[in-house]
């Protein structure tokens, strides 16, 4: 069970109807993959939860602008029989995007 699970709705991300050149997409953008979703208050960004269905999971905070392909990856589910849909997304070099880990206070290890 996890306290982070993001409702998925329909984001209306560009589709794209020919395959990328992955070669020349490496040379522009980094892949990142998660359970995607939207933003709580901006609709010009996205949440990418990395690994929706644990505990001590984070998420990435990108504008869709920065983003140059979406691919949809395999859904994965958990021991209840939930399924999350998974992306990979390519996000533009150089963009600024925000990284969160949400923790429990009881439950982090002080260093």
Known sequence: MSYFLIETKNLELT????????NQLKKTHL??????????????????LSDPY????????????????????????NSDGED?????????KGRVGIRCAPFLVESVVRL
């Open 54 to 77: 644990t505990n001590s999971t984070l998420y990435y905070e990108f504008a869709r602008d920065d983003i140059g392909l979406v691919e949809k990856l395999p859904n994965i589910i």
């Open 84 to 92: 999350v849909s998974m992306v990979l997304l390519w996000v533009k």
């Open 15 to 22: 589709r794209f109807e020919q395959l990328a050149d992955i």
């Open 31 to 48: 892949p990142f993959s998660g359970s995607l979703g939207q933003h709580p208050y901006d609709v010009k960004k996205v949440i990418l």
